[in-house]
């Protein structure tokens, strides 16, 4: 079965206690993509990944980090966490970023930094 | 840059009635546009989409068409579902990157009441 999966699917956490999301899919996907959601704002783009090794910053990239090591993996690394960052993230993946291509959104981490 | 304007929620509809939810994009040249679906507890999912000017996305009994004279892809139903209630996103792809970079719109929850 396709999956996109990440986990934790939930955190609670303190200022500047540094945590990794995990990101993986089974589909082969060149491309993979972290957004987060908050109200009012709708969807925004963290950072996104091209390939292995290939990644690039979205429109709000501050206070986050990014790898792709591995074609499957793409993790979110927060270093020092921050109230601000309380939100819903979501993976996506899909095939070389062609005209019109779907993505595919994993379940979403909703993260609470006190 | 580009921007994405959708009708602001939530809409409460009752079950059988038609569907409007307003989208205006601003962006330069010819971007792709959809429409993306989350269910409660759930990722979004790619409910339709339009790569081109007049072209018209359908799925599930859902519409949208692609004007580009006046910029919008208004998703519409005929005959709503109480299984429709989700929250609906319009998004658009950045002509100038493919669809590494999507923009998407503030969200539009919808309700169904039998």
């Known amino acids: 079965e396709a999956q996109v999966t990440q986990n934790p699917r939930y955190l609670i956490t303190v200022t500047g206690k540094k945590l990794t999301v995990t990101c993986s899919q089974n589909m082969n996907h060149e491309y993979m993509s972290w957004y987060r959601q908050d109200p009012g704002l709708g969807l925004r783009q963290i950072y996104y990944s091209m390939n292995v090794e290939v990644t690039d910053k979205g429109d709000v990239p501050e206070g986050y980090k990014v790898s792709r090591k591995e074609k499957r993996n793409f993790p979110l690394i927060l270093e020092s966490p921050s109230p601000n960052q309380t939100s819903l993230y979501f993976c996506a993946t899909g095939l070389a970023a062609l005209r019109g291509n779907e993505q595919f959104f994993g379940p979403g981490t909703r993260l609470t930094v006190l | ?114």
């Open chain 2, 1 to 114: 840059g580009n921007s994405v304007t959708q009708m602001e929620g939530p809409v409460t509809l009752s079950e059988e009635a038609f569907l409007t939810i307003n989208c205006t994009y601003t962006a330069t040249g010819y971007p792709s546009l959809f429409w993306y679906v989350q269910y409660p507890g759930e990722g979004l999912q790619l409910l339709l989409k339009a790569t081109k000017a007049d072209d018209k996305g359908s799925n599930k009994g859902f519409e949208a068409t692609y004007r580009k004279e006046t910029t919008s892809f208004h998703l519409e139903k005929g005959s709503v579902q109480v299984s429709d209630s989700a929250v609906y996103f319009c998004a658009l792809s950045d002509p100038n990157f493919g669809n590494e970079k999507l923009t998407f719109g503030t969200g539009t929850r919808l309700t169904i009441i039998p």
